[in-house]
């Protein structure tokens, strides 16, 4: 009987068989990581918008206040988005006659809505909101970022369940002070963890975790 | 591929197209059914509020309990020394493989999103969660895992001695090189035997209480419940039985025609037939026990809503279910106390095919009946199975057909090595082939014996000459030719114990830490951390743990995986696998002179003498 | 063979996994959520003319529109007396703005309208209210300084008025700034007026001599660094509303901090509509 594979065939067969054994958590690492990758979640990818409005020139340049455009977030689920009217208040006698906001101007004239692309765009089957977040001290660059140094507005980080629950579980370490929520660059003086554990027990932030709490 | 496996008469070569042919279009009807399942989501089954668990459960519980048959024959019986186990203890395993896969089929797909079927395994995801262990279809997840797998290393393991028989008498080029890698390098020595004997009996010891925990866990999906029908502590013993009784039941079912076409007569007899009759029977009264117990508790605990969902089952619109499971499982069995319905094959037949419908029944009672009316009247409901849940039971039915057909048409389906040798080997190999390279230092030298008392012989008388580095090939396990041989004793035990620690310990840790540390969620009011919740999963990781401690002694104590090996090399090697018994004296042993060595061999009763290429 | 599909329409789900599919977007509409099924494609519905939302009559003439109640005076057709001509000219010239606040005002009510101020006003009218903001230092027409003697007659009525209506370049707010924040921003405003004219009975000691300067804005130009210069404009203007400094030596007049001036205007208390002015006392 001639030998039907050659020695080199053990060798093979083994590292194929350790190879089938590994795949099982190979693939759950691949899924897990690529899940949360940026490639799926599109973090840190700015939207192609039908205006390159630029945080970096409105909020870093003039000083506008979050509110000043986004004025529903004290109060309200969502921050809302300016009408066109808020944009024209300027626009009418500023760059009013530039091209690229020509959408604005549309929009303004036939009275629609500028049909922005969400950037932060959370499923439908979380409920979030906004006013109970900043009212509890946590600030704006937290989620969204330094906007005031982004030219095209992206979102940095992506929102997984995994990121939502790591403030949920130690809001200590994201809380800031309710009245500087809505700064750019406040960086707390001194200890951040004590500031954090005496801002948790000031504002009385639980660890809300239920499935329900956030899936409704 | 190998025509040896099964010789089949022209007639029933006739009959297994046939079959596949309906087998086949069945796959497609499958395949079909699912595609529109993927594409069109889970509305297309008759499932709605109040019943939300239909034909897929009942068709998950349905093929696990068959499986369980396979595991009674194949390992209880083995413990219990059962030596009419034999005969169809590979069509058995066989069967189990191939109804978990169609069981594992159903709850993945009643999850909606199969695809995210990976959602239920604990690893650290992007949703930073993990898996519920106080819940019992986690258990399942767990059950059915392990399951599966020490079901499949279990049939393999005892099928590999069968592969290298499959691999020494292929035909064709390929076959031979297809085999030689199904066979992982199995070469029937003397220490691969001891090692496989010890396995197949520790995986014995393995899989009994596995398939007792499967079926409970399985029953847990509704016994933890608080449906009326379903809370009761008799289910996992009530379970149990019912999965072996609709598996033997099935087996009879695959077994007659098998050995009515196949002309297993001889191999399968009417006493093999009488003896699954009667554990048929023994477990059709256990599960007649387990209705009565249901009945008992439901009248004598005095809950309404118990006692309510037992009478809807025998008066209300599924009457007619109810009524036809009493007959089919009840009834029915009865005529298996007379020899004349035990040891008549196709009487056999009648009987265990209305068992085998039945246990559907069962299953279909006890999910959807219990369902469609419970405790809120305002939400009462019937349920309507569409066309797709039909086209999906039957597509299941199809593709465990198909599959078993295959395997038994290519794989085979007694184990050979039980066999008495009478055919012909296969033309012998080309000399050329095996031509020694000049120069190259020779393996050793292999005496061919004719029988394996002159191999024990012979070992005997070489250990008493001074030899030292022996090996020893037979077909068949050889009494008494491990100790001879002096080799050390294989030890599996301690590996799987110590796999099994980790498996237990493992899975303690990961649940307690994720369900109790990282992420405690409190359902159903049941604390964290309830270690009585943790059961399930730790025994079936400490399971799977000691399979895996066993498959890496096994590998460590047999060096298998290796399809090459010098002694392949022997000129009639093949018959190894037959009837020949093979004595190697290697190089390597310090006692080693060409000369005297073959000269010592053909002193010791060698047919021939041939040296072994390096 | 199960195992294998699975792999690979888990491979198929995560290449998808991009377009988001499955419940990630529901068939339910978000706030703000394009929808076809209108016209203008808005799933935030504008309120349909001719109708009153929940709570929002806004009968109180005072409290929303920032004019006073007009007394219940009888008009005459045909006028007989100078005075009887004034009254029904005056009528006919509607309700006149409000010199009142429609509740007390609280120190409460002073930071609201700071805060509210710097969101929707500082831009133009900059920190202190000289009109220097940002957005006129990138060419917007300037708004006249609060500091000017017309706006510091003016009555309360007439800012909240404004801010409610708008004026000249100045769009309305009245979809932004809810009218109790507006009455909170008009009392910041006095607070800011006060702040940069006072007239104070005891000067502090180290008011250096020189007159403070009046803001001018350079004119636009390409900037080099803008948030440098925005954080050097807003120094300056919070600078100029946390000091003591001269505006007029000869009137004695001063502009003094801020915060100051909240106490005094606190202190002297700003003026309440009479038919809250009784229970200010107890708030």
Redesign the interface.
């Known amino acids: ?10 060798l093979a ?2 590292l194929a ?1 350790v190879g089938a054994l590994g795949a099982g958590p190979a ?3 691949l ?2 990581s ?3 990758s940026s ?2 979640t ?1 973090a840190g990818e700015a939207p192609v918008q039908p205006v390159p409005f630029s945080h970096k ?1 409105h909020v ?6 979050c ?2 455009c986004h ?1 529903w977030v004290e109060t ?3 921050a ?2 300016p ?1 066109a ?2 944009c ?3 626009h ?3 760059f009013s006659d530039a091209a690229p906001l020509e959408p604005v101007r549309s929009a303004f004239d036939g ?3 500028i ?1 922005w692309v969400r950037v932060a765009d959370l ?3 979380v409920s979030f909101d906004h006013s109970i977040h900043v009212r509890k001290g946590f600030a704006c660059v937290t989620c969204h970022g330094r906007v ?1 140094l982004m030219p095209l507005t992206e979102q940095p980080v ?1 929102m ?7 403030c949920h579980r130690n809001p200590e370490r994201y809380a800031w002070p309710v009245e500087q929520v809505f700064r750019m660059d406040w960086q707390p003086e001194g200890d951040p963890v004590a500031l954090g554990r005496r801002l948790v027990r000031e504002y009385g932030l639980r660890r809300p ?3 329900s709490f956030c899936h409704r | 591929m190998a025509k040896g496996a099964l010789a089949m008469p022209d007639a029933a070569r006739r009959y297994w197209w046939a079959a596949f042919g309906i087998a086949s279009v069945l796959v497609l009807v499958l395949a079909g059914s699912l595609a529109v399942l993927l594409w069109r989501g889970l509305g297309i089954w008759g499932i709605n509020a109040p019943v939300g668990w239909g034909f897929a459960i009942i068709n998950f519980v349905w093929w696990i309990g068959i499986a369980h048959a396979g595991t009674l024959i194949s390992a209880i019986l083995l413990l219990l020394r059962q030596n009419w186990r034999s005969g169809v203890h590979r069509l058995a395993e066989t069967m189990t493989v191939v109804a978990i896969g169609c069981a594992a089929l159903f709850p993945l797909l009643h999850m909606g999103r199969p695809w995210l079927f990976f959602w239920l395994l604990p690893y650290p995801n992007s949703m930073g969660t993990w898996p519920q262990f106080h819940s019992p279809l986690v258990w399942d997840f767990f059950a059915i895992l392990t399951y599966g797998f020490v079901s499949l290393l279990f049939w393999y393991l005892s099928l590999l001695p069968d592969l290298a028989v499959l691999r020494d008498q292929a035909r064709s080029r390929r076959g031979r090189i297809a085999w030689c890698l199904a066979a992982l390098g199995w070469r029937g020595s003397a220490r691969q035997w001891e090692t496989h004997r010890m396995a197949c009996w520790l995986l014995a010891g393995l899989a009994t209480p596995l398939v007792v925990s499967v079926h409970s866990v399985v029953s847990f999906d509704f016994a933890v419940s608080l449906v009326p029908g379903w809370h009761s502590t008799i289910f996992p013993p009530y379970f149990v039985a019912g999965a072996i009784f609709s598996g033997l039941a099935l087996l009879i079912v695959l077994v007659v025609p098998l050995r009515a076409l196949v002309g297993l007569g001889e191999r399968i007899t009417e006493s093999h037939l009488d003896a699954m009759a009667k554990v048929l029977l023994a477990a059709g009264l256990v599960v007649t026990y387990g209705y009565a117990a249901e009945l008992f508790f439901a009248g004598y605990g005095g809950s309404p809503y118990e006692r309510y969902a037992l009478a809807n089952r025998l008066s209300g619109p599924y009457a007619p279910a109810g009524w036809a499971l009493v007959a089919l499982n009840v009834v029915a069995i009865q005529a298996l106390w007379f020899g004349a319905a035990r040891r008549r094959p196709w009487r056999l037949f009648t009987v265990a095919l209305a068992v085998s419908a039945g246990m559907w029944l069962e299953r279909f009672l006890i999910v959807v009946v219990s369902l469609h009316r419970d405790y809120l009247p305002a939400a009462w409901g019937i349920y309507r199975p569409t066309f797709w849940d039909w086209a999906t039971l039957a597509g299941a039915a199809g593709w465990f057909a198909w599959l078993m057909l295959l395997l038994v048409r290519f794989l085979p389906v007694m184990p050979v090595a039980a066999a008495s040798p009478q055919r012909e080997p296969a033309a012998g190999s080309d000399d050329t082939a095996r031509a020694v390279h000049p120069g190259t230092r020779p393996y050793g030298l292999a005496g061919v014996f004719t029988t394996a008392g002159q191999l024990v012989e012979a070992v005997r008388r070489a250990r008493v000459e001074g030899y030292r580095r022996l090996d020893a090939f037979s077909p068949a396990p050889v009494e008494g030719l491990p100790a001879v041989l002096g080799a050390p004793r294989v030890r599996l035990s301690p590996a799987m114990f110590a796999g099994g620690l980790a498996g237990a310990f493992g899975g303690l840790l990961l649940q307690f830490w994720s369900n109790v540390i990282d992420l405690p969620l409190a359902v159903g009011g049941k604390a964290a951390a309830s270690w009585q919740a943790f059961v399930p999963v730790t025994f079936e990781c400490a399971v799977l743990g000691a399979a895996l401690g066993a498959l890496a002694a096994m590998a460590a104590a047999t060096g298998l995986p290796e399809p090459h090996h010098p002694v392949f090399a022997i000129p009639g090697f093949e018959r190894a696998s037959r009837d020949r018994f093979f004595l190697l004296i290697e190089t390597a042993d310090e006692r080693f002179d060409s000369l005297r060595t073959r000269d010592f061999l053909e002193r010791s009763g060698a047919q021939e003498v041939h040296e072994v290429p390096g | 063979m199960k195992f294998r599909a699975s792999v690979v329409a888990c491979a198929l789900a995560l290449l998808a996994g991009g377009c988001r599919r499955e419940m990630y977007d529901q068939p339910r509409l978000e706030p703000m959520e394009r929808f076809e099924f209108f016209a203008d494609r808005r799933s935030l519905r504008p309120q349909p003319p001719g109708t009153v939302a929940r709570g929002r009559l806004l009968e109180d003439r005072h409290l929303y529109t920032g004019y006073s109640e007009q007394a219940k005076q009888p008009v005459e057709l045909f006028p007989t007396s100078e005075e009887a001509l004034e009254r029904t000219l005056a009528r006919l010239a509607g309700p006149p703005l409000a010199e009142s606040f429609p509740f007390a005002i609280t120190r409460r009510h002073f930071a609201r309208g700071r805060e509210r101020f710097e969101i929707f006003c500082a831009p133009c009218h900059g920190l202190a209210g000289y009109g220097d903001g940002m957005v006129v230092r990138r060419g917007f027409r300037r708004p006249p300084s609060y500091h000017i003697e017309r706006l510091r007659q003016a009555p309360v009525g007439h800012f909240f008025d404004v801010i409610s209506r708008g004026i000249g370049a100045m769009d309305d707010f009245a979809d932004r700034i809810p009218p109790e924040d507006r009455w909170a921003i008009v009392a910041w405003l006095r607070a800011l007026q006060l702040s940069q004219w006072a007239r104070l009975p005891e000067i502090p000691a180290g008011i250096p001599p020189a007159r403070a300067p009046t803001p001018e804005i350079p004119p636009v130009r390409l900037q080099r660094d803008p948030p440098a210069e925005l954080a050097q404009v807003q120094a300056e203007q919070r600078a100029r509303l946390g000091s003591y400094g001269w505006i007029d030596p000869e009137k004695k007049i001063l502009h003094i901090p801020v915060e100051r001036a909240v106490e005094l205007l606190l202190e002297a208390g700003l003026p309440v509509r009479a038919s809250v002015a009784g229970k200010a006392g107890e708030r």
Do not use: Y
Not at chain 1, 3 to 9: F, K, T, V
Not at chain 1, 60 to 65: C, H, I, N, S
């Open positions: 009987m001639p030998q039907i594979l050659p020695p080199s065939a053990n067969v083994r068989l693939l759950l690492w899924f897990s690529l899940g949360g490639w799926v599109r020139l870093g340049g003039l000083g506008l206040d509110r000043h004025w309200g689920a969502v809302g988005m009408s009217k808020t024209m208040h300027c009418a006698q500023v009275d629609r809505s049909e499923p439908d089957f005031d992506a997984t369940m995994r990121w939502c629950l790591d975790t239920d499935c």
